[in-house]
């Protein structure tokens, strides 16, 4: 299942979590895509179940997408908050080298979403 949300604190949470369906990697790389539209400042918090994986062809896609979006998506986005089982500091470093905002693993939500929270931009 994947899913994209926006919620009143700024905060839009991708989620890519059991119950896994045959489109979840289409549904996942749309969600990529609509994030690149955003125009307007966001904090991110990922939820990944740990068993959805993509197609090489996805992996591809999902590569592009981050050189695409890049200077946009880390102008717009204040920090980012990455629930996955099994995650670990060597795989945030990655996304560390990646994107200019902070990042942080929690192990659950409510940590995720402190953490975001610290990091929300004045209005």
Same mark, same amino acid.
């Not at 994209?4 to 839009?12: P, T």
């Not at 125009?39 to 994986?53: A, D, S």
């Given at each position: 299942m994947v899913s $994209? @949300?926006?919620?009143? @604190?700024?905060? *839009?949470t991708l989620r890519f979590a059991p119950p896994y369906a045959d489109n979840d990697e289409r549904a996942y790389l749309d969600a990529l895509a609509e994030l690149?539209? #955003?125009? @307007?400042? %966001? $904090? !991110? !918090? &990922? *939820? %990944?179940?740990?068993?959805? /994986?993509l197609s090489q062809a996805g992996e591809r896609e999902q590569a592009i997408w981050f050189k695409r979006t890049r200077a946009q998506f880390g102008a717009l986005c204040g920090a980012c908050a990455i629930v996955r089982p099994g995650a670990t500091e060597a795989m945030a470093d990655v996304f560390r080298r990646l994107w200019p905002f902070p990042i942080s693993l929690e192990t659950d939500?409510?940590?995720?979403? &402190? %953490? !975001? $929270? /610290?990091?929300? #931009?004045?209005?």
């Open positions: $994209l @949300e926006s919620d009143a @604190e700024g905060i *839009v690149g539209r #955003r125009q @307007e400042p %966001f $904090l !991110l !918090l &990922t *939820v %990944f179940g740990g068993g959805g /994986k939500e409510a940590a995720a979403r &402190t %953490f !975001l $929270l /610290k990091h929300r #931009r004045a209005a």
